[in-house]
């Protein structure tokens, strides 16, 4: 696990004059366009899996996507003996509180007594795309699942990770 170098300008007290609008007659309120630091949010769309293995003793699966990031964990509903589920949720986390360097992604099978491990997906944060409306939105892309020793397993996430800000057309369907 790298230590990411500790830089004190991302620490430091930045000056900041907001404009609060709605003071002049027929001003327009201030937009999220408008603001001088908009918020940067980590978005994770988790669009469907295939090939997932049938975990339990009934040789199905009741699979749901665990998205980790640090202490911050979001999860999407989980399929009835579904080996191709499609979810299509997206996850947004604040910048600001990632405290983590890599987001995992992690397919679990839905279980009575403890949920089974699938596999998961790992992202470097460093290494997630950035975009900013108008950017054409990141297209999904099939990932293959991992075990937690890194070696390839059966099933594939179709995923997409990005950097956005609160502009992001995500955003308003996104999970916080």
């Not at 004059?17 to 007659?25: E, K, R, V």
């Not at 956005?164 to 996104?174: I, N, R, S």
Request: charged share 30%; glycine share 6%.
């Amino acid at each position: 696990m790298m230590q990411r170098p500790f830089r004190p300008e991302e620490y430091s007290l930045k000056e900041t004059t907001p404009h609060l609008g709605g003071a002049a007659a027929g001003d327009k309120l201030t937009t999220t366009y408008d603001l001088v630091e908009q918020m940067q949010y980590l978005y994770v769309r988790v669009v469907k899996a295939k090939e997932l293995p049938a975990k339990d003793l009934t040789g199905s699966c009741d699979p749901y996507v665990e998205v980790k990031l640090g202490n911050y964990k979001g999860t999407t509903r989980h399929f009835e003996k579904k080996t191709n589920p499609e979810w299509n949720q997206v996850f947004a986390f604040s910048k600001e509180r990632i405290q983590a360097s890599v987001v995992e992604i992690i397919v679990k099978d839905k279980d009575f007594v403890k949920d089974d491990y699938i596999g998961r997906v790992m992202f470097d944060l460093n290494e997630v795309p950035k975009r900013v409306p108008p950017d054409s939105p990141l297209a999904p892309q099939w990932y293959r699942l991992e075990e937690r020793n890194g070696h390839k397993v059966k099933g594939e996430l179709m995923l997409a990770v990005w950097m956005g800000t609160q502009a992001d057309e995500a955003f308003p369907e996104a999970w916080h």
